[in-house]
């Protein structure tokens, strides 16, 4: 069996208006949850750096946090982030299920000096691999934040308070086991719903009410909950809510779990992780062990077909990296390690390397893409940030400074595998350590 990895771990809705709240104001410049404001992972900055002067970036201040593979989330003056602290052995790098002990935590940090406001946790026995923490960005909604655990334990929370609304146990509610690398689809709020991967019998995917945590709606079951983060997009003159298992790539009503149409999917080892991207009339999605899928979505119903599937040398098969469009061309990490630049409709591959990570392309190797105007913010597994061109003709580095320690493992090299936040003219960035928060709009 080939070895994966567990990011899944970290593996489109309009822009969250904030309610009127002291805590959590409404800013320009927030990312409340996963992929930022839109979910498409655009840093929306009016002034952002053309380039890092060597030794320019230093930490306005500095957290203390356990193991986790969660990014934060930042809105106004209030950064939000969870953990996992153990006694155990949480850097285990292997496909076992071996019991671990612990407590994940919820924590709220004052965004002038990194301190806590407050704090909430709980108990849990982790049973998967990868242990070292939870994998979902928490995600602020108004004057709620809502979080999912490795292990299932989905919360509502008063942003400013920390006090509980309400909490479900996803494994005990749909009589489940988490997927081999955890729970890390991150919940979609749609209106009044929440929208999250659950499992089990008939509810590979649950709607909730998330002001109640009462369900609304239930769909599909699979032989594994998968990892794709749920996604709606519009096509065929309708909303349509994609959800990816390791079994089929289904389209349903995100008001009513109604199915509009499926195609098959055979992940291999559970590992669908990436979020479908839509390029126009074309949905794409792919996964562990060269699997790729283009799908044609119809422009009068909600229907679609299958252009190509799992073409050799074509396209790309993300594991740990959301892939990013603009225009016709989709830029993405591979399995392989390699930046791949290619044209959605042919999946013709223009360009790849390996120098986002380094001099030769390493398995699963990892760098987040955040874009914002024509150029890219790549943070690597290294710790290091990466401002970047990227186009249809090829890839240039302009700067790259190390801003914090890789401090898990995986494949017997060291490495950080936590999605970063742009927000406020800085970056944040955990490793299993400490959260930094970076400035970087004032660099030269």
């Known amino acids: 069996m080939k070895r994966l990895l567990p990011w899944c771990i970290a593996l489109a809705t309009s822009p969250i208006v904030l309610a009127s709240l002291i805590a959590n104001p409404v800013h320009g410049e927030d990312w409340p949850h996963w992929m930022?404001?839109?979910?498409?992972?655009?840093?929306?900055v009016a002034n952002p750096p053309k380039s890092f002067a060597p030794g320019s970036l230093k930490a306005t201040w500095t957290a203390p946090v356990a193991g986790g593979y969660s990014g934060p989330a930042v809105v106004g003056n209030r950064v939000y982030v969870t953990d996992f602290v153990t006694n155990?052995?949480?850097k285990v790098d292997?496909?076992?299920?071996?019991?671990l002990q612990g407590t994940e935590r919820v924590l709220c940090l004052d965004d002038s000096d990194g301190k806590v406001i407050w704090s909430k946790e709980y108990s849990v026995t982790y049973a998967i691999s990868y242990p070292?923490?939870?994998?979902?960005?928490?995600?602020?909604?108004?004057?709620?934040?809502?979080?999912?655990?490795?292990?299932?334990?989905?919360?509502?929370?008063?942003?400013?308070?920390?006090?509980?609304v309400w909490s479900k146990?996803?494994?005990?509610?749909?009589?489940?086991?988490?997927a081999l690398w955890g729970y890390s689809a991150h919940p979609?709020?749609?209106?009044?719903?929440?929208i999250t991967l659950a499992g089990g019998e008939g509810s590979q995917c649950v709607c909730l009410?998330?002001?109640?945590?009462?369900?609304?709606?239930?769909?599909?079951?699979?032989?594994e909950q998968g990892y794709s983060t749920p996604t709606i997009i519009n096509a065929g003159g309708t909303r349509q809510l994609i959800l990816p298992n390791p079994d089929a790539i289904n389209s349903v009503d995100p008001a009513t779990g109604k199915l509009f149409w499926t195609l098959p999917y055979d992940a291999t080892n559970g590992s669908i992780i990436m979020a479908p991207v839509q390029v126009g009339k074309y949905l794409f999605v792919g996964g562990y062990s060269d699997k790729n899928l283009l799908i044609e979505l119809n422009d009068k119903a909600p229907t679609a077909k299958q252009v190509w599937r799992n073409e050799a040398k074509k396209a790309i098969s993300p594991v740990n990296v959301q892939p990013m469009a603009i225009g016709d061309i989709i830029y993405g990490m591979d399995q392989s390690g390699e930046m791949i630049a290619f044209q959605v409709e042919t999946g013709e591959r223009l360009w790849e390397t390996s120098k986002p990570i380094g001099r030769r392309p390493l398995g699963s190797g990892t760098a987040f893409i955040v874009r914002s105007g024509e150029l890219f913010y790549l943070f690597n597994e290294l710790g290091e940030i990466i401002i970047a061109k990227m186009t249809p003709k090829g890839y240039e580095e302009i700067s790259r400074e190390k801003i914090i320690n890789a401090t898990n493992n995986a494949f017997g090299r060291e490495v950080v595998w936590c999605a970063p936040a742009f927000a406020n003219g800085a970056i944040y960035v955990r490793n299993d350590e400490k959260l930094v928060r970076v400035p970087l709009t004032s660099a030269k």
Do not use: M, Q
Request: glycine share 14%; hydrophobic share 30%.
């Open 36 to 44: 930022g404001p839109t979910r498409d992972n655009v840093w929306n």
């Open 169 to 178: 146990k996803l494994k005990d509610s749909y009589k489940t086991n988490s």
């Open 209 to 223: 009410n998330k002001k109640t945590g009462k369900e609304v709606w239930k769909f599909g079951t699979a032989s």
């Open 188 to 194: 979609l709020i749609d209106g009044d719903h929440l």
């Open 88 to 90: 155990g052995n949480a």
């Open 94 to 99: 292997n496909f076992g299920r071996r019991p």
């Open 132 to 164: 070292a923490g939870p994998r979902c960005t928490p995600v602020v909604d108004g004057d709620k934040l809502y979080t999912l655990g490795a292990e299932g334990d989905l919360y509502c929370f008063e942003a400013a308070t920390g006090n509980v």
